[in-house]
């Protein structure tokens, strides 16, 4: 019994030494840590869903480096518990065991990888694509040639230091005044989010990248749909503010229809993530 005791301690140390292998790993990567659905319950991914993404932004992240030992699983799952929630930092970071500093970083970090594959993935529609996005969308409100629906939601952020009057909206909070095109799967075809809240949606319209594009490139009769407080173009569509006859009356009950399709997916975002919290209507 005696000679056995080295044996079971070298056994028990060796089993040890696995432990903390095992949860050093849990800690430095999720996808080890959680099981699926909880992985969706805390970043609104599914685990391939999140191996996609890091697989996607994998070569942009400055993983390494010695000074940042976090996977690159854990830098995107830092990112999206934030996008979903919208939470400070310190709680996000917090939740998945790693500093403020450590996720402020992260956070940048994706984001920034994000925003270098974006138009591989956020683009208008072309070519057959367009034609079945059209076709679509006259099945949801019989209305022809949509293209795509434009609207802006607002995005509350924090006192800004500088500048502070620019981004209080008309609801009396700080944001960001986002525009987004909407495609009928709910898809986003368009999104702009570098305008403060005080900016009305119809001046972000004027002067962004997207409107010069359809301004100079729509068919005739290829529109995108908005709302009220947008000008009507022939390639922007919007409803009459007082119809005066039956066929203003139906043209925006079909407009409108299309509308609430847009309303949706934006609300979809206000349901889920506290970062997006209120459209602008």
Request: charged fraction near 20%; proline fraction near 4%.
């Amino acid at each position: 019994m005696a000679q056995m005791i080295p044996l079971i301690l070298a056994e028990e140390e060796t089993s040890s030494s696995m432990a903390r292998q095992r949860v050093f790993r849990d800690l430095n990567d999720p996808l080890d840590c959680y099981d699926d659905m909880e992985l969706v319950r805390r970043f609104r991914f599914s685990r391939a869903s999140i191996s996609k993404i890091t697989e996607l932004i994998a070569n942009y992240l400055n993983f390494a480096e010695r000074s940042c030992v976090a996977s690159p699983h854990l830098q995107v799952c830092v990112a999206l518990q934030f996008f979903s929630s919208g939470t400070f930092q310190i709680i996000c970071g917090d939740g998945i065991n790693v500093s403020q500093a450590s996720a402020s970083r992260y956070i940048r970090d994706v984001s920034l990888c994000l925003q270098a594959i974006y138009h591989q993935f956020v683009s208008l529609p072309a070519g057959l694509k367009r034609v079945e996005v059209k076709n679509k969308f006259y099945e949801i409100a019989h209305f022809p040639g949509v293209v795509g629906l434009v609207d802006g939601t607002h995005i509350r952020i924090q006192r800004p230091s500088e500048n502070e009057a620019d981004y209080i909206n008309r609801h009396f909070y700080h944001s960001i005044n986002v525009q987004a095109i909407c495609q009928p799967d709910g898809m986003f075809s368009d999104v702009l989010a570098r305008f403060h809240g005080s900016v009305h949606d119809s001046r972000i319209w004027k002067n962004s990248g997207v409107g010069m594009h359809v301004e100079n490139t729509f068919s005739i009769g290829e529109h995108i749909l908005g709302d009220s407080g947008y000008i009507m173009r022939p390639y922007l569509l919007t409803p009459y503010r007082q119809p005066i006859s039956t066929p203003q009356f139906n043209y925006n009950m079909h407009i409108r229809g299309q509308g609430l399709l847009l309303n949706r997916h934006l609300g979809d975002g206000n349901e889920d993530s506290t970062v997006f919290m209120e459209s602008s209507g």
